[in-house]
């Protein structure tokens, strides 16, 4: 039916050298999007080095809202939100957006608050690997 | 379709673009060039200028009938007849006087607008500085355009301080078509909206709960790192609140302090408060400092009052974290407890945690070991409830192989915890439990590409199949208090993972295979435009480890319910999603929502969504089955009307209604909303009434645009947001 | 400077024609005065003599006609006009018909220009339907400050 095994990395060859920079070098984000990078072929440097791309990539922020109730009022579903931006400037230095927005579904449990709190951190950190993804498919955009 | 947001001429924003003075060109910004009928120059000393004086340096030009420059203290002073214009301001004057180095000016009898944008007014005297600041005495401001005398605001000064953002005004007194109307001692309004600023006008409502209930802030900007907003509330049937919110930005340290406080609610005849912290701090770019506390002081403190400060919930969260992260490994502490309203049990406080995870290369190729460490004491405010100290090692061997074509990553851990509990009699717990679990789980993926047309567009189709086994042998665990553990989402995104319940008190005994496959349509230029996921878990055999107060009925079946996820944003302005999880030996939906969206420009939306669930999968503790709808759509260029409906379809009521108009002039704007919603009513005995309560209200908002007026979109969605379900755009494809 | 005013004055051109009884000279063509550091160039030159030495009027006439002089200050001062009349006694200046006059980095334009060398002082005038034209550039500013 016509498909074939994927055989390049989705980020082109613009990409192969990539100076990353981070607001908040150590969190979640930033460690799975350079582990990505690496697998996806780029070689990351550690310094603005003319004619290497930079990626300048904001902190996300996470937001909730409520998105049913039950019958006495109180929250029953709400929807987890993550969302993160940043710019890529390419080596001739054409600068593009990168934005993007992810949603979870999660029902809350004034029962088992702790329990709940638990599986929210889970699922934080489940967004930033996806986060991640996205932004690798988003690089993939700019040839 | 027209940019809205650039007014056409003609149109009630329509800011006549300004007429630049004739006046000589300079090649530089410090050269000074003057024409004039006559002129008079002694060497260095003394130059007039007489008749038709027209002078400009750089981009600051000026015209008057005579001007004369002082050049051993560099003042160039033009009289009679004077206009003056640089990038940002247009004055009329009779006198002005600028000093040539430092362009500070000083001009008398202004009247003055701003270049290309609104707001306009005049000054007895007004003194620019370009670079940092504008003061003005005796003046008045107007957003409005020129012919327009809606409101103004005369005050004795009025200083802009551009880099800050901020116009301070003192001894305001606002006017409406030249009516004085309120005065103020001090106001302080942004003039440009880069800092999100939030509703900054009276906005009064008229409810069941408060009866007359009108909110005036007022913005206090300190400094450029941090602010107070203070809002003092009249309410005819409780009495008066007011309300603190302290923004600050320092030294790493992001995060406000909020106070609510209502002295004896003429209602209940109680004082009623609440208190939030919440701060995100880093001290260099390892450490962090969390905080999240929130107070009320009674259960029904959201329903009756709602928040200025923090969206209503009914759990409150207490909590406290400092953590280390580095590139390989993190660590931390963490302190968490709840206020939770009504009768229903506390879960354990958390004081503390200390928890540990690191990951590191082993350099046998891209095998990797891992170990995650955590030693959390549980307390409970309740003595008869069991508490216990839980010390949890977890090392684990994780080896990812992966190509362009596909991955496959195998992992190996070994899950040691061990409990010190103090049962309190409970006859089930052991005080020494110790648990050692080990875990094999290995997941690959595959990904196929093809080009492929749809519907007349060429797309490039992706086919990513993905399967995992893992093994978990099953232990008996009745013995362990429930600490932090309950029951998973099982939605697509939960079918992959290693654990079944939160927490580590229950961990799942599995020998299970997931199979499930993503296909994305993506676009020419690579966007994503449909996105399908499925995944289903297949038991080899059945788990037999359950939380213990959950119903098992669901899981003697040899699979999980079927679990989809659908995005799609075909053609440029409708969009749909979709999640189901369906258990297909009775074809029946445990869980499902749908929502579709025509979303055709910035301002003209309307949405419907649809939810659905049934209690027993463990998550939903009733049941669930809404529909909702959201509009918002300009009836004419300014009138915009917006509507929120959602109904009950498990009970057949309605839960929340708003119907919305919003009337735009060019420098204000009217807001009125009626609205029905649903809110939660705690008796005494804290037992929530089933329920709940319906307030029926009415609010009006009055907008002086030009004060920090963000775009009109945000005011609609503040409309339309009053309510318990706020609108929520929840497609998210890669575009 | 004011020691130009004690030296000859030196004049070569082409052509001179000379009217004692007027006690008047007139050079044509390719017409160069100078006394000291005073320099006039022009295409014709009349110099009118008053009987007291040193108290000599020059009017050249040119397209344009060019002046320049070293100040007092050792700046350099430049001008030209279609008439520059010079009259040496009163150190009076005066440009005519497109007149500019370049000193110490401000330049002013205009129809009519009369400078007075001993007090500085120049006033410039537009003309019916002209204007003058004065630009001062930024060094000359700071100068004056250091003065």
């Known amino acids: 039916c016509g498909f074939h095994l994927r055989d390049n990395y989705l980020i082109n060859s613009k990409f192969h050298t990539l100076y990353l920079v981070s607001s908040d070098p150590y969190s979640p984000l930033t460690l799975a999007l350079k582990d990505k990078l690496r697998r996806n072929n780029v070689t990351l440097v550690d310094a603005p080095s003319p004619n290497v791309p930079v990626f300048v990539l904001k902190s996300p922020s996470t937001s909730s809202r409520v998105v049913s109730v039950y019958s006495d009022g109180t929250d029953a579903e709400s929807e987890l939100s993550y969302t993160v931006s940043g710019t890529v400037t390419t080596a001739d230095n054409q600068q593009y957006p990168i934005s993007v927005q992810l949603h979870r579904d999660f029902t809350d449990d004034t029962e088992q608050a702790l329990a709940k709190m638990r599986e929210q951190q889970l699922i934080d950190k489940e967004l930033s690997d996806m986060a991640a993804e996205q932004i690798i498919r988003q690089l993939a955009t700019i040839h | 379709d027209i940019d809205v947001s650039q007014p056409l001429p003609g149109s009630i924003c329509y800011i006549p673009p300004t007429v630049p003075l004739d006046t000589p060109t300079t090649t530089n910004n410090q050269q000074i060039a003057v024409n004039s009928q006559n002129a008079k120059l002694v060497q260095g000393k003394q130059a007039e200028f007489t008749g038709d004086v027209a002078a400009s340096q750089g981009q600051r030009h000026m015209q008057s009938d005579r001007a004369s420059l002082n050049q051993q203290d560099q003042i160039l002073i033009a009289q009679g007849h004077v206009r003056y214009q640089d990038k940002v301001l247009n004055v009329k004057s009779d006198k002005i006087e600028t000093n040539l180095k430092s362009h500070a000016t000083s001009i008398s009898h202004a009247e003055y607008d701003f270049n290309g944008q609104n707001g306009r007014g005049s000054a007895k005297s007004l003194q620019v500085d370009p670079d940092k600041a504008m003061a003005m005495e005796q003046a008045v401001y107007t957003p409005c355009p020129p012919g327009d005398e809606s409101w103004s605001i005369n005050a004795s000064s009025i200083h802009i301080d551009k880099n800050r953002n901020w116009a301070v005004a003192r001894n305001a007194v606002f006017h409406v078509h030249n009516v004085p109307v309120f005065y103020l001692p001090y106001f302080s309004y942004p003039i440009s909206n880069k800092r999100e600023t939030g509703f900054l006008y009276p906005q009064f409502t008229s409810s069941s709960k408060n009866g007359f209930d009108l909110k005036t802030p007022f913005y206090w900007n300190m400094a450029p790192n941090y602010d107070v907003t203070l809002t003092p509330r009249e309410m005819s049937k409780r009495g008066q609140q007011l309300t603190t919110n302290f923004r600050y930005l320092a030294a790493g340290q992001e995060g406000e302090l909020d106070y609510e406080y209502l002295p004896n609610d003429r209602v209940n005849g109680e004082n009623r408060s609440l208190i939030h912290w919440q701060n995100n701090g880093r001290i260099g770019s390892h450490w962090q400092l969390l905080s999240n506390y929130s107070h009320v002081s009674d259960n029904n403190y959201f329903s009756d009052l709602g928040s200025l400060s923090m969206s209503s919930t009914d759990q409150l969260l207490q909590q406290g974290q400092v953590n280390y992260r580095d590139a390989t490994w993190n660590a931390g502490l963490l302190l968490n407890n709840y206020q939770i309203l009504g009768s229903t049990h506390a879960p354990h406080q958390v004081l503390p945690e200390l928890h540990f995870s690191g990951l590191w290369d082993t350099g046998l190729g891209s095998l990797q070991v891992g170990l995650k460490g955590q030693m959390s004491n549980f307390t409970d405010s309740d003595p008869t409830v069991y508490t216990g100290q839980r010390y949890h090692m977890e090392p684990t061997l994780i080896l990812p192989l992966s190509i362009p074509g596909g991955y496959l990553n195998n992992q190996i851990s070994l899950l040691q915890t061990y409990y010190d509990q103090n049962t309190k009699g409970d006859t089930q717990l052991k005080t020494h439990v110790s648990r050692t679990l080990p875990e094999y789980r290995v997941k690959a993926g595959l990904n196929f590409d093809r080009n492929l047309t749809w519907l007349g567009n060429a797309y490039q189709q992706t086919f990513e199949p993905q399967v995992q086994y893992l093994y978990i042998p099953y232990k008996n665990q009745s013995d362990i208090g429930i600490y932090d553990s309950a029951a998973l989402e099982q939605d697509y995104f939960g079918m992959f993972r290693d654990r079944r319940f939160s927490g580590l008190d229950r961990i799942a005994d599995a020998n299970q295979v997931t199979a499930g496959a993503t296909t994305r349509f993506l676009n020419a230029n690579n966007e994503e435009k449909l996105r399908l996921s499925v995944a289903q878990i297949f038991y080899l055999q059945p788990s037999r480890v359950h939380l213990p107060n959950v119903s098992s009925t669901a899981n003697n079946s040899d699979r999980s319910a079927l679990a989809l996820e659908g995005d799609m944003n075909i053609t440029h302005d409708w969009f749909f999603h979709s999640g189901l999880q369906v258990n297909d030996d009775t074809g029946k939906v445990n869980k499902g929502n749908a929502a579709l969206e025509w979303h055709p420009t910035k301002n003209k939306l309307a949405q419907l969504n649809y939810r659905y669930g049934k209690p027993n999968d463990g998550t939903l503790s009733d049941e669930i089955n809404q529909i909702g709808m959201k509009v918002s759509w300009p009836l004419r260029p300014n009138v915009h009307f917006i509507g929120s409906y959602y109904r009950d379809l498990y009970l057949h009521r309605n839960i929340e209604s708003i119907l919305g108009v919003q009337y735009d002039a060019c420098c204000w704007a009217f807001q009125v909303a009626f609205q029905r919603s649903l809110s939660t009513h705690y008796e005494a005995n804290g037992q929530t009434d089933p329920l709940g309560e319906i307030d029926n209200s009415i609010h009006f908002q009055f907008i002086l645009k030009g004060l920090g007026f963000s775009d009109d979109s945000s005011t609609y969605r503040k409309m339309m947001n009053s309510g318990r379900l706020p609108y929520g755009h929840p497609f998210y494809l890669n575009n | ?147």
């Open chain 3, 1 to 147: 400077l004011e020691s130009d005013y004690s030296q000859k004055i030196v004049v070569n051109a082409d052509q001179q024609k000379v009217d004692i009884k007027d006690n008047r000279v007139t050079f044509f063509s390719h017409v160069i005065v100078t006394q000291g550091s005073i320099k006039l160039e022009a295409d014709r030159v009349t110099v009118y003599g008053t009987g007291e030495k040193g108290s000599e009027v020059m009017i050249a006439e040119g397209k344009p006609a060019q002046f320049q002089q070293k100040m007092d200050s050792g700046q350099l001062m430049k001008g030209h006009a279609n008439h520059v009349r010079y009259e040496l006694k009163s150190r009076i200046v005066t440009l005519t018909g497109k007149a500019q006059l370049q000193q110490q980095d401000s330049l002013v334009k205009g129809d009519t220009i009369r400078y007075n060398i001993k007090t500085q002082e120049m006033v410039a005038d537009g003309g019916k339907k002209g204007h003058v034209t004065t630009i001062f550039e930024p060094q000359q500013l700071q100068q004056t400050k250091k003065q």
